[in-house]
């Protein structure tokens, strides 16, 4: 008898199964998945999911008897008070008959419950978005690998041949296989030339000498100086370059006017683009900034929890983030992303300020800002706030900054997803 | 329970406490062995025991307890179900697997105890090992000693298809013939002999060879003949040279489908050679799983009362052992049938009971084995040469039935009534043991569904019958959605006729199309 230790084999050995079943629920899983979204908070993002769809296309038929004509017998355990003769009601939905059906997978079951992993959620979220601006994305993508020495190989291009290994390798075969030096020949050669300088000379010496230059040079012949087997090339693994990082700055409105349903709002923009920017890019810094009349950095949780009383003044926050940049994040080691929530009120005279700050210093800089006006939800076209149509200008003329507008937490997804695909058109 | 009470040879138990070690379960192992093999003569292949996780649990259980399934979504889709209820704590997982092959393998869990894993190899390595070995369905049908390297060839064999058909194409192929697994078993082994699974891969290997050897890539460029050759071939044959009726759809669909490339019949066939294989399976369930507790239980009773286990061990097992065995009534929310382990068990038991101790109810009613002494070998016999079935109407007791309450119900469709038609009285109990046996026939589960006629020259129509017995048709639902597969397959238009068994009238027509892709 053997016992066999099989807990160290290789994980998830079912892999190939589960994308086959991903790939056939596909449809049904996104929707699920879009749904589960909309639910979420911000804590619970960054994890797997439970999702729950519909079993249409997963459906394994066969043919089976049904319930609904015929007359059939079967026998039953737990017999209390039933005598022959006895009739007994049956239960809704033709229970009782389940004894003929021993049917574990429950093929009639309409729902089907099962968790996805983190990957496998963000992979379905993010399943057709594009980072705008690749280009620079690319260049600095974490993907981007660099060469690290690892070891040797015995086959290579000329350019990566490792000298010092293979001479020593030729000469250690050299000595093992006897190979006649240079020396050796050229000492017997010079023997010859004095023999052949004799006089008289002594033919059965020179014919002992030429047999054994013949012999030598043969030898040498045969085995070569340098042979294919001594060889060695350097060995250069790819290893990604973790050169990649960006920050993420949330620009948002606190004022009395943004009410929690708006915050709210505004959250879940921010979280899914952070969540965007953390499948990009190694290390994601975020820096939340929020204003009134004036602007402060703040840890995320007063950024979504604390109301202030006061008006409002959004170059205050453009301001500030243009401080933090230039003392925090130099633009050449930083991919730098904005994303602005309001509700689109400002001081009227504080607009101009605002363009000029965008158009002139901030757009600039970053890879993308990204604006979303949250509203209470109305009937009928939203009317048009002085923000909206200041930004309007800009958005037709540059092709990183993209605004949206969203008035429940469904419509946050199609927004984003919007906004990228809008960029990816401009760009 | 008698035997407990005897005095316990005083001996240090093998173990304390719930963990195991390697070395551990290897002393318990043998002594399991020799009690096993040694005192109860059981006739094992050798056991092989691999400890596993939870994980890897779940994912022998998604792939029908086989570990080296080939891939398919649908094994995916139960691994996430299975895992989905596991997680939350509404299903607990087995303690074992183990699969019929030589040697015998057999996974236990880690998180198991170790009076689980005592009890987990009692049951498996010994109980189902036993009878895998010497139950004659088993014997005829399957092969302990190939069906891993067949596995492994199979499951090769689909990805390599993959790789060249795509794996949408496969999974099209797979998906049908999955829906017809239930139609891919010859019941009657006379018919045509049992190829042995280690002759299929042979049979496929030198086919491919041959295909290697004579490939040809100017072949490849000559425009193919619109009409499939084995058509051609088969053109004007009558279904009496098809050798119809047939009742193994796949073995048909196999064999004379017009329209499928090689690679595909291959893989109806691997299907088909996995429904063959699992049959003996479901048609001795429940003897097959009372061998098993009956085994478990004997071995560690005796285990205890040699002082190989301690009392805590003893009541940990008991306490398992008696959830295993529970039979819920019929009215309670989680009865789902009958519980085999509790009726193989038993009747297991009472057949011990009967040849040791017969009442004179016994003797008349087995006067053959009651009192006769030997109950093991008598018990060894019937798991040999018995099915679920048989098992039932040869050795189902009055006591048993008295025991689980048994009663019979007449269901008619239409009615809003089940009448009780037999309970286990004097008058009952005959009727209720062919009742009961009846339900446990595997060819009466499936609807007896046959291949009648293929117009091979003309529209190619295929016709299928549904023999219906007592007037039950098919779910319809469920015969929409199956015989789409079917007419893949096929490649034309099949209809399916549910036509009475004795009268001969068709009582419902389905019909059917090849889905275009």
């Known amino acids: 008898m053997h016992i066999v230790d099989r807990r160290l084999n290789p994980k998830a050995k079912s892999l190939g199964n589960r994308q086959r079943f991903l790939r056939r629920a596909r449809g049904e899983v996104r929707e699920a998945v879009r749904e589960a979204l909309k639910g979420r908070k911000v804590a619970e993002v960054d994890g797997g999911e439970k999702v729950r769809i519909r079993t249409k296309s997963l459906k394994e038929p066969s043919f089976r008897s049904g319930r609904a004509t015929g007359e059939r017998d079967f026998v039953l355990p737990g017999n209390r008070e039933y005598m022959v003769g006895d009739s007994i009601r049956k239960p809704d939905g033709g229970a009782g008959g389940r004894g003929n059906k021993g ?22 979220i993010f399943e057709d978005l594009k980072l705008p601006n690749l280009v620079k994305a690319r260049l600095k993508d974490m993907k981007s690998p660099k060469p690290v020495r690892a070891g040797f190989v015995t086959d290579g291009p000329p350019a990566r041949l490792n000298l010092v290994r293979t001479m020593r390798n030729s000469l250690a075969r050299r000595v093992a296989l006897r190979r006649p030096s240079e020396a050796e020949l050229q000492e017997l050669e010079r023997l010859l030339g004095e023999e052949l300088e004799r006089s008289p000379p002594e033919p059965e010496r020179i014919a002992e000498l030429e047999k054994r230059i013949r012999h030598i040079l043969h030898l040498r012949r045969s085995v070569a100086y340098i042979d294919p087997i001594d ?197 | ?66 570990p080296q399934m080939y891939r398919h979504w649908s094994f995916g889709k139960h691994f996430a179900r299975e895992e989905a209820l596991y997680r939350r704590g509404h299903r607990a997982l087995a303690y074992e697997l183990v699969i019929n092959s030589d040697p015998c393998i057999n996974y236990i869990m880690e998180e198991n105890s170790m009076t689980m894993q005592v009890l987990v190899m009692a049951h498996a390595a010994m109980g189902h090992n036993h009878f895998f070995k010497n139950n004659y369905l088993f014997k005829q049908w399957t092969d302990a000693d190939s069906i891993l390297d067949y596995l492994s060839f199979a499951k090769r064999y689909v990805a390599e298809c993959e790789e060249r058909y795509g794996i949408e194409a496969v999974e099209r192929v797979l998906d049908s013939a999955h829906a017809l697994m239930n139609q891919g078993i010859s019941r009657h082994p006379t018919r045509r002999k049992a190829r042995t699974l280690a002759k299929e891969r042979q049979r ?72 063959q294989y699992f049959y003996p399976q479901r048609q001795t369930k429940m003897m097959n799983e009372g061998c098993a507790t009956f085994v478990h239980y004997e071995i560690l009773n005796r285990m205890y009362d040699q002082g190989l286990i301690g009392e805590g061990a003893m009541l940990e097992f008991l306490h398992s052992h008696a959830s295993v065995v529970f039979q819920p009534r019929f009215e309670e929310p989680h009865f789902s049938g009958f519980n085999p382990y509790a009726l193989g068990f038993a009747i297991t038991r009472d057949i011990q009971r009967i040849v040791e101790e017969p009442t004179a109810e016994d003797r008349e009613w087995f006067p053959e084995i009651a009192g006769s002494g030997d109950a093991l070998a008598v018990i060894k016999e019937a798991w040999s040469d018995y099915r679920d079935d048989s098992f039932i109407l040869q050795f189902l007791s009055p ?35 062919r009742a009961l046996a009846r339900h446990y026939e595997a060819a009466a589960q499936d609807p007896d569904l046959q291949i009648a006629d293929a117009d091979l020259a003309g529209s190619r129509q295929l016709v299928v019958h549904h023999k219906v017995r007592n007037g039950v048709l098919l779910d319809k639902e469920a015969a929409d959605a199956t015989l789409p597969h079917l007419a893949q397959l096929w490649g034309f238009r099949v209809r399916l006729l549910e036509v009475d068994g004795e009268t001969g009238k068709t009582l419902k027509e389905h019909e059917a199309l090849p889905m275009p892709h």
């Open chain 2, 1 to 66: 329970m008698a035997k407990k009470l005897k005095p316990r040879v005083p001996r240090r138990p093998l173990y304390e406490g719930a963990d195991w070690t390697f070395d551990l379960v290897k002393e318990a192992y043998d002594e399991i062995e020799r009690i096993g093999v040694g005192e109860m003569g059981l006739d094992i292949y050798p056991n092989q025991i691999e400890v596993i996780t939870a994980e890897q649990m779940l994912d022998a259980y998604a792939s029908v307890g086989m």
């Open chain 1, 103 to 124: 049917s574990p997978d429950g093929e009639g079951e309409d729902d089907f419950v099962f968790s996805l992993s983190r990957e496998e959620f963000l992979d379905l």
């Open chain 2, 204 to 275: 496929e290997l030198q086919r491919r060879e041959y295909e290697a050897e004579t490939y040809s890539d100017i072949w490849r460029t000559l425009p193919r003949s619109a009409e499939p050759r084995e058509v051609e071939n088969k053109a004007g044959e009558s279904a009496g040279k098809l050798a119809l009726p047939e009742e193994n759809i796949l073995y048909f669909l196999e064999k004379s489908a017009p329209k499928l490339e090689s690679w595909q019949r291959e893989i109806i066939r691997i299907v088909r050679m996995m429904a």
């Open chain 1, 231 to 427: 060889l060695q090339f350097n060995r250069y693994d790819r290893v990604p370059k973790p050169s990649t990082q960006a920050v993420m700055f949330c620009l948002m409105d606190v004022s009395a006017s943004m009410t929690e349903e708006l915050k709210d709002l505004a959250k879940r923009f921010f979280m899914l683009l952070h969540l965007f920017l953390t499948r990009h890019y190694r290390e994601v810094d975020v820096v939340f900034i929020r204003h009134t009349t004036e602007a402060k950095e703040v840890d995320e949780e007063s950024f979504f929890k604390d109301t202030e009383t006061g008006g409002t003044v959004i170059s205050s926050a453009l301001q500030e983030m243009q401080r933090i940049v230039a003392e925090r994040y130099p633009v050449a080691d930083w991919n730098i992303y904005a994303a602005e929530a309001s509700d689109g009120h400002n001081f009227d005279d504080d607009m101009d300020r605002c363009c000029e700050l965008l158009t002139s210093s901030i757009l600039p800089l970053t890879q993308y800002f990204a604006y979303i006006e949250v509203n209470e939800p109305t009937t009928g076209t939203p009317r048009e706030s002085i923000v909206w149509s200041a930004y309007s200008e800009i958005a037709e003329e540059v092709a990183n900054f993209a605004m949206q507008r969203a008035s429940s937490p469904a419509d946050i997804y199609p927004v984003f997803r919007e906004l990228f695909s809008g960029a990816e058109k401009a760009a």
């Open chain 2, 399 to 433: 006591k048993v039935m008295r025991d689980f309450r048994l009663f019979e119900v007449h269901d008619k469709s239409a009615a809003p009534f089940v009448n009780v038609t037999a309970v286990h009285d004097e008058t009952g109990y005959r009727r209720l043991r």
